[in-house]
């Protein structure tokens, strides 16, 4: 069963950057899609991105199109999210899951924006 465990949030001003990081573990990263996810306070869970298994294909939440790129190195088993022009309604957990949450949600990365 793979295992997640996410980190690099933090505490960033409007217009900054953050890059997160995903170490999975215990499984066949490589052969899945995996996505980015956040949760902002009294919301739901929403999906942010998502990349194949080979890194060649991306897709975006319209709320972040052009502001972050998610990527993968699947020798490293770690799945980054770069965040540029951070914006205060950024502010969330941030999770990454398979496509879909196939796999038990880990802890999450706390980010924060302040205006």
């Known amino acids: 069963q793979v295992q997640l465990v996410e980190s690099g949030g933090g505490l960033v001003q409007a217009g900054g950057s953050l890059r997160l990081s995903c170490a999975a573990s215990?499984?066949?990263?490589?052969?899945?899609?995996m996505g980015w996810f956040r949760r902002a306070p009294g919301k739901e869970r929403e999906f942010v991105a998502t990349?194949?298994?080979?890194?060649?294909?991306?897709y975006y939440a319209d709320s972040v199109k052009g502001r972050f790129t998610i990527s993968r190195d699947n020798a490293e088993n770690t799945v980054y999210l770069q965040m540029n022009s951070l914006k205060p309604e950024d502010t969330a957990v941030y999770y990454c899951?398979?496509?879909?949450?196939?796999?038990?949600w880990g802890q999450g990365t706390q980010v924060t924006v302040s205006s």
């Open positions: 215990g499984g066949t990263f490589s052969s899945y899609a």
């Open positions: 899951n398979g496509a879909g949450g196939r796999f038990p």
């Open positions: 990349i194949n298994w080979g890194g060649g294909s991306t």
